[in-house]
């Protein structure tokens, strides 16, 4: 099974901080993604990637940026976080022959005041 | 919009009994359905999928159905337990991309 830690847990910040959250995934998968998770919305997705130096739009991007800097590790910048942006983030990866299953990590709740 | 809906987003059911979870999809492109389940402060897991060539499969207590035609697909889980309780989505892929388009969720609790 896919490891794929998330850093940090929780981060709590103010309008117009600048935040980054990490993604680390160690079983060699081609493919990151970040979502976040909110009532009413279910899982929707930011942006992912194909591989390092790759980066793919997801559904909901405004307000966010994305870099994969190696195959392991996929980052989500937030540099003027707004309250709306409050909410359950996840990261998640999956190999080249099973993209459509995702292994996720175990999220970071972000609160921006 | 939203590509896959999930339809009855809270649903309770008692011990041993038979539910259904419903998913209705736009893009009749999508050719992998799955479902995810996720517990409270949990990460989802993939709990079961199915491809596009066939309209069943079935794990233990799970089966997912399928109905191109209808752009539906449904989640039956019989003998239902307290460890059923949980949020359950859906989820669609298109296999010429890689984004595994996600339903709303759907709070499913167990009672005993």
């Known amino acids: 099974e896919a490891a794929v830690t998330q850093s940090p847990r929780n981060k709590v910040t103010v309008t117009g901080g600048n935040v980054t959250l990490s993604c680390r995934q160690t079983?060699?998968?081609?493919?990151m993604y970040w979502y976040r998770q909110d009532t009413g919305h279910g899982l929707r997705l930011i942006h992912y990637?194909?591989?390092?130096?790759?980066?793919q739009i997801g559904d909901v991007p405004d307000g966010y940026k994305a870099t994969r800097t190696t195959q392991e590790d996929f980052f989500l910048l937030l540099e003027l976080a707004s309250p709306s942006q409050t909410s359950l983030y996840f990261c998640?990866?999956?190999?080249?022959?099973?993209?459509?299953?995702?292994?996720f990590g175990a999220g970071t709740r972000l609160s921006v005041l | 919009g939203q590509q896959v809906k999930q339809s009855s987003p809270s649903l309770t059911v008692q011990e041993g009994g038979i539910l259904i979870l419903n998913c209705d999809y736009e893009?009749?492109?999508?050719?992998?359905f799955a479902w995810y389940k996720k517990y409270p402060d949990n990460s989802p897991t993939l709990l079961i999928s199915?491809?596009?060539?066939?309209d069943k499969r079935e794990d233990g207590r799970f089966t997912v159905f399928l109905n191109k035609s209808g752009k539906h697909f449904s989640l039956h889980i019989t003998a239902s337990q307290p460890e059923d309780t949980a949020v359950y989505l859906c989820?669609?892929?298109?296999?010429?991309?890689?984004?595994?388009?996600f339903g709303k969720g759907a709070k499913l609790t167990v009672s005993p």
């Open positions: 893009n009749d492109m999508f050719d992998y």
């Open positions: 079983n060699s998968h081609n493919y």
């Open positions: 990637s194909y591989g390092a130096g790759n980066l």
């Open positions: 998640a990866s999956s190999d080249r022959c099973s993209q459509n299953t995702l292994y």
């Open positions: 989820a669609a892929y298109q296999g010429t991309g890689s984004k595994l388009s």
């Open positions: 199915v491809r596009s060539n066939v």
